[in-house]
């Protein structure tokens, strides 16, 4: 799930075909939906009221959407028939892709073109939020603008629109979210009598345990491309923090980053915790069965355990997020997510609007969806379908929806992919044999680096 942020974009889209674990990571993510990782604080001040263009009642609106997503635009429009659509598929925005933007551009010089609404990832709303050039309208119009009611965007998971947020304005509606929780197989944790762990603490000690009693079984895997918003992320690292627009921290000497990349390596050490990634060549044939816990996104379910590793129904069972012994903030993690705008070239913003609100927020939509909608109405229904939970041991709704209000918003949304720096310069690392804690200071640096190029200021080396 995230190819360059996997679930994030790129990544998930066509996936849902995800049905063999040589799903590519990138693949699996884009099931999530597009994340990547995804959060940005807006600022405090408005800018100036959003002026729409000349309005068309009734004229026909043009929808961008992945494969993924394309049976519910066609759901829409044969439920509304009375609305003209021209829908085109597209990568929906893959993660690290700049397809979207190109386009955008160039539709900005040309002065024609724009789609009405397009599906896509966090890091699109980074850019769809501001002009492309002096003069132009930004490309995402301001939902909060009489677009779309308060009260609706109020109804979505805690923290889960801080993507969309800038200026002090909503640029996007989350279609879905991928909030980090603890799998583990419940038939083996019952038979060798292992309690399912709440703190980080615990999850060390019955990873240790689990190595020395069971040699070969695993209770996580660090090496996917996305596998650091899984842990750093839920662990509160400051590894992408937007003190300000325009200002990232990233801090991996944090005391929040250091603890959690000691906990890993120990687990490394122990060979509790793989260094080769769920998703890589041959994991699930060699040791998909061997996976007794996974510290993951809500789609590990359905497409990790079920699709990928082919693990029978009624093993896998989810539990919330673990806390750190004697903290009592809990905070977890994202691996993925796909948006929605509307354009603000859109001569029929009503329509446009409209679209939006009933793709991401209806039950008749979200409860057949592919991964776990970001409002929360819409999310109970998604539970109430068998199909999303008749697979697994336990009844998966509570921590689905503790974990879904407790992603922790200080890992920031930004013009880049999170999983690029981890993936050039840590991944290797790890597969050099090198530990987490040493690697700190080079993942910090590409992160800084990466940063600059966009224009960032980059504060905390």
């Avoid at 604080?41 to 997503?69: C, H, L, M, N, Y």
């Avoid at 724009?114 to 850019?127: E, N």
């Avoid at 920031?412 to 044999?433: E, I, R, Y």
Wanted: charged letters at 15%.
């Amino acid at each position: 799930m995230e190819s360059s942020r996997s679930p994030r974009t790129g990544r998930r889209h066509s996936l849902l075909r995800a049905a063999a674990i040589t799903l590519s990571l990138a693949t699996a993510a884009a099931l999530a939906g597009c994340a990547s990782a995804d959060t940005t604080t807006p600022s405090a001040s408005k800018q100036s009221a959003f002026k729409p263009v000349a309005q068309k009642e009734g004229s026909q609106i043009t929808v961008w959407a992945d494969s993924t997503r394309l049976p519910s635009v066609q759901a829409y429009q044969k439920s509304h028939p009375d609305v003209k659509m021209k829908i085109v598929t597209y990568d929906g925005g893959a993660d690290g892709s700049t397809y979207l933007q190109s386009k955008v551009q160039l539709f900005d010089r040309t002065g024609s073109g724009w789609p009405d609404v397009v599906f896509g990832t966090p890091t699109d709303v980074t850019w769809a939020s501001e002009a492309t050039k002096p003069g132009a309208r930004p490309f995402a119009a301001p939902l909060d603008e009489k677009l779309v009611p308060q009260s609706t965007l109020d109804g979505f998971a805690k923290g889960s629109l801080t993507p969309c947020q800038f200026n002090g304005h909503t640029y996007c509606m989350r279609n879905d979210i991928a909030q980090v929780l603890l799998w583990y197989n419940k038939p083996l944790m019952d038979k060798w009598g292992y309690k399912v762990p709440t703190t980080w603490q615990e999850y060390e000690a019955l990873g240790k345990q689990v190595a020395k009693d069971h040699p070969g079984y695993l209770v996580g895997s660090v090496g996917d491309t996305n596998s650091h918003e899984s842990y750093f992320w839920s662990g509160q690292c400051p590894a992408f923090s937007l003190v300000k627009p325009g200002t990232l921290r990233t801090d991996l000497g944090d005391p929040k980053c250091t603890r959690m990349a000691t906990l890993l390596d120990n687990l490394i050490s122990a060979k509790a915790i793989a260094t080769q990634g769920f998703f890589s060549q041959g994991f699930a044939k060699n040791s998909g069965s061997k996976v007794l816990m996974a510290y993951g996104p809500s789609w590990y379910g359905q497409y990790l355990f079920k699709a990928g590793f082919k693990t029978p129904a009624k093993q896998i069972a989810a539990a919330p997020p673990l806390t750190w012994q004697g903290e009592s903030t809990t905070a977890t993690g994202n691996v993925g997510g796909g948006v929605w705008m509307v354009s603000s070239h859109s001569a029929n913003l009503k329509a446009s609007s409209d679209l939006v609100t009933w793709l991401t927020t209806s039950d008749e939509n979200q409860a057949t969806a592919p991964t776990y909608p970001a409002y929360t109405q819409a999310a109970k229904a998604w539970l109430a379908n068998p199909a999303n939970k008749d697979y697994f041991a336990n009844d998966v709704s509570q921590p689905f929806e503790q974990a879904a209000n407790e992603v922790w918003t200080g890992w920031s949304n930004t013009k880049f992919s999170d999983s690029t720096a981890w993936s050039s310069v840590v991944l290797p690392a790890l597969t050099a044999g090198k530990s987490l804690t040493e690697t700190l200071p080079a993942w910090q640096q590409e992160i800084a680096d990466e940063a600059k190029t966009q224009g960032y200021k980059v504060v905390g080396q």
